[in-house]
């Protein structure tokens, strides 16, 4: 199909969109000239205003300030979930609440959220933008 575009223009810019079944061409020739190109390569053509949807600095900032908004809840919700488990692991741990224990379980219940706050913001926001990039790599072909 870029062929039978470049040999009525060879300037055109062609871009295809497998996928969703487009291809954008930017040409200094008008869009029926470039309609009877592809058919006469064989393909169906027909203008349409539909656009495709490209991969655009835009879209790469939305999905990272997204990624970063799921991280910033996971700092959070990671750190709670380490606090109530530890409360758990406190209430049924014999040797806590002994007469020789010295305090050692309870500091469990402050070092645990403060030491799974980092690895939840990035585990938020790592799980987010690789489902972000997979997403948009089903959408239209990305070179990677």
């Not at 079944?21 to 393909?43: D, N, P």
């Not at 300030?65 to 990671?78: E, H, K, M, Y």
Request: aromatic share 10%.
């Amino acid at each position: 199909m870029k062929a039978a575009i470049h040999a009525l223009d060879p300037d055109a810019d062609v871009h295809g969109y497998i996928p969703q079944g487009l291809v954008e061409v930017r040409s200094q020739f008008a869009a029926e000239a470039i309609c009877r190109s592809i058919e006469t390569a064989g393909y169906s053509a027909s203008e349409t205003e539909r656009r495709p949807r490209s991969l655009r600095l835009p879209g790469l900032g939305r999905l990272v300030g997204r990624a970063a908004l799921w991280g910033s809840a996971w700092a959070f919700l990671l750190p709670i979930v380490g606090f109530s488990a530890m409360l758990i692991a406190i209430q049924f741990d014999p040797t806590c609440n002994s007469p020789g224990d010295s305090g050692g379980c309870y500091m469990g219940l402050v070092t645990v959220p403060i030491l799974l706050s980092v690895p939840g913001a990035l585990l938020g926001f790592i799980v987010t933008f690789g489902l972000g990039l997979y997403r948009l790599q089903r959408v239209q072909r990305l070179p990677f």
